[in-house]
């Protein structure tokens, strides 16, 4: 585990980068798959745990979201609109063939959804911003002090060809509403975050790179 910013740690995963879980000083934000049960457990075990919260409802996000809420008797959020997936009463969207697949490979057991969060509301030092279009209730955790923002899946940070990482947009396939995603990327780059801290790859702390990235979608 390593702090990325004021009290805000990416919990180690192998490979590094690529399957990402955050503590926000007593929040777990994300899930990661239910394969990563026992390395989010150990990271996790021994510090005070008040709530887990989810940017979004896919199954490499909210795979131990139930178990770590029954290990450490926490309460579960989410965005009000994706609490029917989560809490197994709708499926996970968008609703695929591939989705399907990935969801009975990597998905954790539903669970209640104690606290349906909107867009305003507060998680620890983090402001909610509803950033739908990847899933209904896709959200960003935007912390306005230091504007360092966790934003899930809405823009990816992976390799390519040069072997560095870059900006990318989410696989269409895995994408609800992709126009809608992209109107919601440039709200995230209209905040001027500080900080980026992905879903899928390293953190990123350049805003104007972000900005250029929004432009060029919009």
Do not use: K
Not at 45 to 51: A, D, H, I, S, V
């Amino acid at each position: 585990m390593r702090e990325v910013a004021r009290g805000l740690w990416l919990l180690s995963g192998t490979p590094r980068d690529l399957i990402n879980v955050y503590l926000a000083g007593d929040v777990l934000i994300d899930g990661a798959t239910r394969w990563a049960r026992d390395r989010v457990l150990r990271q996790v075990e021994g510090r005070p745990l008040r709530m887990v919260a989810l940017t979004h409802c896919h199954p490499d996000h909210q795979g131990v979201a139930r178990t770590v809420c029954r290990r450490f008797g926490v309460p579960l959020a989410c965005h009000e609109a994706d609490v029917p997936a989560m809490e197994g009463r709708e499926p996970m969207l968008p609703d695929n063939r591939l989705g399907r697949a990935l969801s009975l490979l990597w998905s954790g057991p539903p669970h209640p959804v104690d606290r349906p969060l909107r867009d305003g509301d507060e998680v620890g030092e983090f402001r909610v911003v509803h950033t739908p279009g990847h899933t209904p209730g896709h959200v960003v955790f935007f912390r306005d002090s230091d504007r360092v923002a966790v934003v899930g899946d809405l823009v990816l940070h992976l390799g390519h060809r040069l072997g560095r990482p870059g900006l990318q947009e989410h696989a269409r396939v895995f994408t609800v509403d992709p126009a809608q995603n992209r109107r919601s990327i440039c709200l995230l780059a209209g905040l001027r975050p500080a900080l980026v801290c992905f879903g899928h790859g390293p953190p990123l702390s350049d805003p104007d790179l972000l900005q250029r990235f929004a432009d060029g979608l919009a």
